[in-house]
């Protein structure tokens, strides 16, 4: 597609229950994020994603947050048990491959609102 | 590790004013520096970067940002205003670690 999509755009769960949010990168991007934007927090890194190589998870406040991403592209942020704290906007990001000196720029999805009641 | 501090969360100029942004960042390695909008109910756009080279950068819309590494800022500017600059901006840095490490963001308020 033409940039980074995420679904669903908004999302309403009851606190307990466990939500999955996806995020289609850039064709041909091999490098994926997810950060986590909130009033009280800011802008967080969660997990990063880099071709074959293991993510970085170390952004990830818990171990009710997971992610993954399939065959290189799609990938999916789980989080189990939510809890109210977790209301927030989940934003994804790709880029290419980091090339040495030169970071390349990482371009992000609309976001996913998640509410948790 | 690194951080970024934001002066000020709201500000507010008339449109045709010069807009000034306040970006410090902490570093233990050389950084590369970022300028992220945000309109509403929108994903980040990137304005501008600055990773080697000229230490004032030219992004979109006339915005620029001069890296000062003795004053450890990233300010960014445009020299006039513009309705449809109101919007949130985000400065963030970055080793070769990939992740953002975003600001608190500055919310731009544009007035007639």
């Known amino acids: 597609g033409a940039g980074v999509s995420q679904s669903p755009s908004n999302k309403v769960t009851e606190k307990g229950k466990d939500v999955e949010l996806r995020c289609d990168p850039i064709?041909?991007?091999?490098?994926l994020y997810w950060y986590r934007q909130s009033l009280g927090q800011g802008l967080e890194f969660l997990i990063y994603f880099q071709g074959n190589s293991a993510p970085d998870k170390s952004g990830l406040p818990s171990d009710r947050f997971s992610a993954e991403r399939t065959g290189g592209s799609v990938s999916t942020l789980t989080i189990q048990r939510t809890q109210q704290e977790d209301s927030a906007v989940y934003l994804c990001a790709s880029s290419l491959a980091w090339q040495g000196a030169f970071e390349n720029e990482q371009y992000f999805g609309p976001g996913t609102r998640l509410t948790v009641t | 590790a690194q951080s970024v501090t934001q002066l000020g969360s709201h500000v507010s100029v008339s449109e045709g004013a010069l807009v000034l942004l306040r970006c410090n960042y902490s570093?233990?390695?050389?950084?590369?520096l970022f300028w992220y909008v945000q309109y509403p109910n929108q994903g980040l756009q990137l304005l501008l970067k600055?990773?080697?080279?000229?230490?004032l950068v030219k992004g979109i819309n006339g915005f620029e940002a001069e890296f000062k590494k003795s004053e450890t800022s990233f300010h960014l500017t445009k020299p006039s205003a513009h309705m449809s600059d109101a919007a949130e901006y985000f400065c963030a840095v970055s080793s070769g670690a990939q992740k953002l490490v975003f600001g608190q963001g500055t919310r731009l308020t544009i007035n007639p």
């Open positions: 570093s233990s390695v050389p950084p590369y």
């Open positions: 600055y990773t080697t080279g000229a230490t």
């Open positions: 064709s041909g991007h091999t490098a």
